[in-house]
């Protein structure tokens, strides 16, 4: 959320900065919150004179009865008011939740370094590392490749679930696990504190951490509770310290979630039907960092490099690009996404979002540090380790040999029970 403050004194930086997002729907809101923010406070004054003009007609009366003067008109007065009052409370009312829906409706202010662009296809490389693996015979799709190993089972979960969930099985759901672990320790190593969330949370935190849309194109909801399951493992650990005030010597806090993670998919995208890259549900290792803001810009490059020397232990190829204004989303003041060099689709395709979002989860998570004299919004950043299926995929494609065999990354060795390599078996 947005500091009304900045709206109220800088209109037109606010409004500048918005137009780089080339979207009418955010020019819009922010016109129309300018006019409610305006007739909210005219009202206000309104019925704050309403008040102080009451409590003194109470008061003349009081003191006219007392020295046996004629109150009647003070008395007629003193009638009307309370109804004045009503009407204006309750105009007042709904113009102040107007209000609030429509700065909730408002992106995140963008950094200056975000570039200029209208979609995805425009963001800017800024890093390119590993090698192009070359074939000489035709790739297999990962799906096709799972079944054949028999780690993967798509038909019976589609009969069970419906389409975009998959069984994971034997050996591919060992290498699900040794992804994880591996994760895992890296971060933990480096001191982030690890963190298993409740995989439920209810709107009004969940509000605070995304964009309100979501609840509708992204989140699935419990049948008549105020319960959704998350998306991610940002959303609980962000909303964690809802409404505390940390100390400044605590900071920064580093985490590491570790989750399922619970998505609709529904959008240009669409599902991975009979695969592991866009599905309803997956597991997923998330970096979560509460920071001071001098010190935001500096966690999202380590939070950025965590992932990338994830990548390259693995030793699959990637780039990173500097998302712009057109692709970034409502949250993020600065985002890079992370893309894994796909072979059989011979195109980067983006595995990681490495996210700056400010204060601006902090404002409405009312999520504050004290330094000594004051208490200050803390900045929050968040980063993808990795998302387990993606990454499998990616391991498919860029390990899996002319025997229909899968090469292990060495990295994930020490997980894997022996075994260096994934190889055809019976389907069952």
Avoid at 32 to 61: P, S, W, Y
């Amino acid at each position: 959320m947005l500091d009304i403050k900045l709206i109220r004194e800088n209109p037109f930086l606010v409004k500048t900065n918005l137009e780089k997002r080339q979207s009418k729907e955010y020019l819009g809101v922010f016109d129309k919150l300018i006019v409610v923010d305006k007739e909210t406070r005219e009202l206000l004054k309104e019925t704050e004179e309403l008040r102080f003009k009451r409590n003194k007609i109470t008061a003349e009366i009081q003191k006219g009865i007392s020295s046996k003067k004629n109150v009647f008109d003070a008395l007629k007065e003193a009638k009307l008011l309370p109804i004045q009052l009503k009407e204006k409370e309750q105009k007042l009312f709904l113009l102040k939740k107007e209000f609030e829906e429509l700065l909730y409706k408002l992106p995140n202010l963008l950094h200056d370094s975000v570039p200029f662009g209208k979609d995805d296809s425009e963001n800017k490389e800024i890093k390119k590392e590993g090698k192009i693996p070359v074939f000489d015979f035709e790739l297999k799709h990962h799906g096709k490749l799972a079944v054949e190993l028999n780690g993967a089972d798509f038909e019976r979960a589609v009969k069970i679930s419906g389409t975009g969930f998959y069984f994971l099985k034997g050996e591919l759901a060992l290498l699900e696990h040794a992804l994880r672990n591996l994760a895992i320790d890296i971060l933990f190593k480096k001191g982030y504190l690890l963190v298993h969330p409740p995989f439920l949370m209810k709107r009004r935190p969940y509000s605070g951490v995304t964009d309100l849309n979501d609840f509708e194109n992204v989140m699935y909801k419990l049948e008549n509770q105020d319960l959704y399951l998350i998306a991610t493992s940002e959303h609980p650990i962000v909303a964690m310290h809802m409404d505390e005030t940390l100390d400044e010597k605590n900071l920064p806090l580093k985490f590491v979630g570790c989750s399922a993670c619970f998505r609709k998919e529904v959008g240009k995208h669409g599902l991975d039907e009979r695969g592991l890259f866009r599905v309803h549900q997956f597991n997923k290792i998330e970096q979560v960092i509460f920071c001071k803001e001098e010190d935001s810009e500096k966690f999202h490059e380590e939070l950025l490099r965590n992932s990338e020397d994830f990548l390259k232990l693995l030793g699959i190829p990637f780039r990173v690009v500097n998302v712009c204004t057109g692709d970034i989303g409502v949250v993020a003041s600065k985002k890079y996404d992370i893309e894994a060099y796909s072979p059989r689709e011979k195109k980067y395709i983006e595995v990681m979002s490495c996210s700056n979002c400010t204060d601006f989860q902090a404002r409405r998570l009312n999520i504050k540090y004290f330094d000594g004299k004051e208490k200050k919004l803390v900045h929050t950043l968040n980063n993808t380790m990795v998302a387990t299926a993606r990454m499998l995929r990616l391991i498919l494609e860029n390990f899996q040999t002319k025997q229909g065999t899968v090469k292990i990354p060495k990295a994930l060795w020490p997980y894997m029970l022996g075994l260096k390599e994934l190889k055809p078996k019976k389907k069952v």
